[in-house]
């Protein structure tokens, strides 16, 4: 009993000592810090870039559809087999060209008829000349002579071409989509021709991107090396698509883009009717402020200044491009704007730079 009670004794004694020595290590810790007091302290964290006068260019990248200056399309104007294609894709054509031959009997029929009336409109000129010439007829006569043959020359080519269609313009054939011995009906595209001395490309914006253009800036198509200019925009959207058509116009001939930067050779000829990328210059400055896009919190920034703090700056804000932004006013050069860690800010917040360029 007594070596029981010894016991007990014992293991209370070492419980309070173990109590005691855990109360008189915490008496006097002071309280964990929250979260705003280690801001507070430390400061909130941010990537800052400093602002910079630099040269400034900015471009934008359409997609559209490229089309020769002018274009046309030879049209079946009967439902004649086609006899003959006497050009070939790619083939360079006068305006006048035969590019393809139908033949029917009706067709032929009529050529022949109106060859027949110019023949006889000749030979009656060439009777009545000398009668003319000694006074034996009167002008009228002679006239009506005259009028005649004219009206039957007339009449034999236009019963030509019907039979020898021919190009309206000077250009390259880029299409044939027919073969000997087919029988189009009348209004088929047989032949396009294009005229690819100039260019265009033509693309649909939104208001939004057509307030970005202006006539007569520069533009470039960087696949194939061709330097042109905005030519027209329209002012009415189109009622299906709500899109406002933009038409550049290029040289025929790749030439230096007149684009800062830029060094794409040509590489790829233009085909009509093909989608290309097209990039407009909007705008040029020689020296501009600029800061990092991420900088820009609405119509204002947050700066960090020499006292550690942040504050927050309105600023009126021009081109932008590449990821940079053009201050117009409200900052100075070399001034430190936040480009990161901004949503945790408040006007007079201590801030500790982890990270960015400040020069």
Known sequence: MTKRLVWGTLALAI????????????????????VEQIREQEGIPVEVAAAQQAPLVVQRDFTGTLRGIREAAVRAKTADEIVDIPVRVGQRVR???????????????????AEAAYQQATRTVDRLRPLKD????????????????????????????????????DGIVTDVPVTRGTMPEAGDPLVRVSDLSRVQVLLDVSPEQARELSLGQAALLPAQGLAGRV?????????????????LTFAGKAVGSGIAGDSTPAAEAPIPGTLVTAR?????????????????????????????????????????????????????????VVVAGASLLSDGARVRVVGGSTS
Do not use: K, Y
């Open 280 to 336: 407009v210059e909007i705008g040029r400055r020689a020296s501009a402020l600029l800061v990092p896009q991420d900088a820009v919190q609405g119509g204002a920034m947050w700066t960090v200044g020499t006292d550690g703090c942040a504050h927050r700056r309105d600023v009126t804000l021009g081109l932008t491009g590449d990821g940079q932004v053009e201050v117009l006013s409200g900052l100075q050069a070399g001034e430190r």
């Open 134 to 169: 000694r006074g034996a007829i009167s002008d009228q006569d002679w006239d009506n002579a005259l009028t005649g043959l004219q009206v039957a020359q007339a009449n034999l080519e236009a019963a030509r071409r019907s039979v020898d269609l021919i190009s309206p313009i």
């Open 15 to 34: 419980v309070a000592l173990v109590v005691f020595r855990i109360v008189q290590a915490t008496r006097g810790a002071p309280p964990s810090p929250d």
């Open 95 to 113: 305006a006048g060209q035969v590019v393809i031959r139908q033949s029917s009997r009706g067709s032929r029929a009529s050529v022949d008829q």
């Open 231 to 247: 030519t027209r925009i329209a002012l009415q959207a189109s009622p299906g698509s709500r899109l406002l058509e933009v038409e």
